[in-house]
Structure formats: C-alpha cells, structure tokens
C-alpha cells in the first residue's frame, strides 16, 4: 500500500487540486447564475433588464417574492438583496380597506414630493416611493361615481441619482401597466415616460410672485409671520392627480433656491373626488373632499 501511495502520489495530489478547484469555481458560478435567475424572475418576469440594473446599483441580490390575488384586487411583489433591503417592491391594491388605509396615511403622513411627468397620474413621496393612480374601468364605481382607480406604489430602495430616478420611473410605469392588464381593468395603457423623464419637485418663487398662479392662495392669504416674505414652491403637472404648494420661510442668504422650514402646505388630489389638504407646521393635515375651486392646486 506505501509502494503504490509512492507511486500515484502525483496523481493523487493531482486529484485533490483538481477537486478544489471545481469546487472553488462552482461557487463562483454559483452566485451569477442565481442572481441572473433571481432578476428575471421578479415580479413574474416583467422588470425590463437594462432599468433594473440601474437601480440595483450593483448590489448582490438574495430573493424574490411574488403573490396576485384577482378576488381582492391585490398585487405584490419584492426583489431584495442578500443583506435582506428592498431593491424593488411593488404592491397594487384596487379597493378594499388595505387601499383605504394606504390613501389615507399618504394624504396625512407624507404629501407628495414630486408631481410626475408626461400627465402620468400620480406622484413621488418624499422617500422616493413613486404611486401611480390610472383608472380602471371594469373594476367598478368610486362612491363619487367616477371611474374606480388603481393604486400601485413601486419602491426602488437604491434610486437617488437622475439616471436611476429615470430608471425607476419607468419601472413604475411598466409595472403598473401589468398589475392593470392582470386586473382586467381595461383602458389604455399609460404612456412610457420620455427618454430621462424623472419626478419634477417644483419650481421655487417669492410669495408675492405667486399670485395670480395655481398657488396664489399663499400669496393672498393670511400666513404665519414668518412666511410673509418667504417663497412658495409650486408643482403641478397638467393631467396628473395631485398638485402641491409649499410656503417655506426665507432662507437664511435670500436664496430662493435655498429656502428655510415649510410652514404651509396646499395638497389638491384628483380623481377619486377632489380633496383639499391643508398642513401647518404645527398640527396634523387637514384633508376635505371638495369641488376643488378655480385656481386651487390642480
């Protein structure tokens, strides 16, 4: 037995190297090829390649989660990493008390932080959360008659510079079209933003500037003390569901690109009704639905 281990020891040696070298490149392989498969199959499928690879900013991926429920009107789906954070979720509710709940703590918890554009309906909250509200015609009557909508709210955890905005925007979009073509709601299809398309947060002016405008209310109004020479921020998108004006105090330097504290905030939402949203500094927002009047943030 030592006369052949003598003999073969080469070859031996020969096999262990090579034993460890397959194992070393099969957990090479390995990680790609399930990362691959991990980013075509999220969400059924149906993420464009080139957008989610923006957004994941080269971050390892680690699962993926999928669940559609036609009764409820309910769609979920998450893409996670290996650390365990969201690099894409989507979640679509059509009706029921989840949808409730999820309208009511946008409108009194986090406003909308960036109007959409291209008359896409829906906006961006202020943790780059961009909601989509398109109508779905055979999913029944609002209480006010109109058309009942579909929310879908798409979250890329990763998406902060213009280029991965862009990306994730797109990613809403075609993800929104699916939930809807899912839920049979009929209607057309929204519109692929343009080329580098991304949330627009506003445009900042002096108060006084701002009469005659959507947000002229904050011009001719009553306002805290400190907001008289402040600036307002308007943002507003024609055909979207939501408009915002803000009154911030001024800043420090004048800058009007650079304001101090929010102190008044005007929310108007459309399409479920018109509601009308008012948030001081202090306090709660304060939301009525209402015929929103001429000149109010549309």
Known sequence: MENWARRHRGWVWGSVCGLVVLVVVGFSVRV??????????ACGGELPAGDLKTVRTDVPLGSEKESFD??????????????????V?????????????????????????AVLPGGLPGFEDEHSLVYLMP?????????????????????????????????????AVRMTNVVTEKLGCGGEPLAAPKDGAVPDTGT???????????CGALATTRVPAEGRDGVVRIAMADGGVVGRCTLRAPGETGD?????????ELTSWRGTGERACTRWTRGPARCRWVAAPPGSPR
């Not at 509710?93 to 909308?112: C, T, V």
């Not at 879908?152 to 994730?168: C, N």
């Open 32 to 41: 790609p090829v399930k990362e691959w498969w991990l980013a075509r199959e």
């Open 70 to 87: 036609a009764e409820l009107g309910e769609y979920h789906c998450v893409l996670t990493s290996d650390q365990g954070r969201v690099v």
């Open 135 to 171: 109508e779905c015609p055979r999913g029944g009557k609002e209480t006010s008659r109109e058309p009942r909508r579909l929310l879908v709210g798409t979250w890329a955890y990763f998406a902060e510079s213009r280029e991965e905005k862009a990306a994730m925007l797109r990613l």
């Open 204 to 214: 900042y002016v002096p108060r006084a500037e701002a009469k005659g405008t959507v």
């Open 89 to 113: 979720a989507v979640d679509a509710f059509l009706g029921g008390a989840d949808r409730e709940k999820q309208m009511s703590f946008i409108g009194s918890s986090y406003p909308p932080h």
């Open 256 to 264: 009007s690109t650079r304001p101090g504290k929010p102190l008044v």
